[in-house]
């Protein structure tokens, strides 16, 4: 069974017309990419898969079940325990340091009880190599590691799918490389990355390509 399975979606913004029957897939332990110029609706899917916005018609079905019969209190349970979100601005707390913000997420954006926290928090420093970054303060972070800071939350939480919309757009070779990596890793732990991008470095290790373009999607790989 897919995880995410939508077929012939459709979204109009006032009389534009931005997805003109898309039909897509995505996997657990896969990495999607998906590509396609400026204002194709790139980011206007995202927020469809993600419940933040409903497709005027079509069908999307979440783990089997079609979404129009999941409750809004449900879908906000899955956003919240299911899905993570990693964006170009990455929201971290400046004056807090790293073990401080993975606090703060787990206390308010997951329901995870604070005895695992700890154990939580080491593990995933540890495994994406930022136990010396542990007591820093984000501000002085740089772009690369507090990218994978957001990351790492999304591996902390028991996410099905990661969104990632140009999560590395600014952001130097070296890590970018440590990005892609990380994204590797939350593959082999069974989630799925739906990564948003004109990076063409995605192709080598992305599962599946999708190319949108006016409205209408193909798949490329
Ligand atoms: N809430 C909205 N109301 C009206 N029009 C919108 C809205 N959101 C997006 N659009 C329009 O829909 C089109 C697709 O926008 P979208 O942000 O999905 O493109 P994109 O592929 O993510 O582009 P980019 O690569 O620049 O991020 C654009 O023309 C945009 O102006
Ligand atoms: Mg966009």
């Known amino acids: 069974m897919n995880l995410i399975d939508i077929k012939e979606v459709r979204k109009k913004y006032g009389n534009k017309e ?7 897939n995505i996997q657990t332990s896969e990495i999607c990419l998906i590509t396609g110029p400026s204002g194709a609706g790139k980011t206007t899917l995202l927020n469809i898969l993600s419940f933040l916005e409903s ?15 999941i409750l809004t209190k449900e879908k906000r349970n899955i956003r919240r325990d299911k899905m993570s979100f990693i964006f170009q601005d990455f929201n971290v707390f400046e004056e807090l340091t790293v073990k401080e913000n993975l606090e703060v997420f787990l206390r308010y954006v997951t329901t995870i009880e604070k005895n ?3 154990n ?3 593990e995933g420093v540890n495994r994406f190599n930022m136990q010396d970054r542990m ?4 501000k002085l972070l740089s772009g690369g590691e507090r990218q994978r800071l957001a990351i790492l939350r999304s591996f902390i939480k028991e996410t099905k799918v990661v969104f990632a919309d ?11 490389n440590l990005i892609v990596d990380s994204f590797k890793m939350l593959k082999q732990e069974g989630r799925a990355i739906v990564i948003v991008s004109h990076d063409h ?7 599946k390509i999708y190319k949108l373009n006016e409205g209408k999607i193909i798949r490329e790989s």
């Open 18 to 24: 931005i997805l003109k029957g898309v039909d897509l």
């Open 55 to 69: 497709a005027d018609s079509g069908t999307y079905l979440w783990e089997g079940v079609n979404v129009d019969n």
């Open 116 to 118: 695992k926290w700890d």
């Open 120 to 122: 939580l928090i080491t």
């Open 135 to 138: 007591n820093t303060r984000a």
């Open 166 to 176: 140009e999560p590395t757009a600014n952001i130097d070779e070296k890590n970018k």
């Open 201 to 207: 470095s995605y192709n080598d290790f992305a599962d």
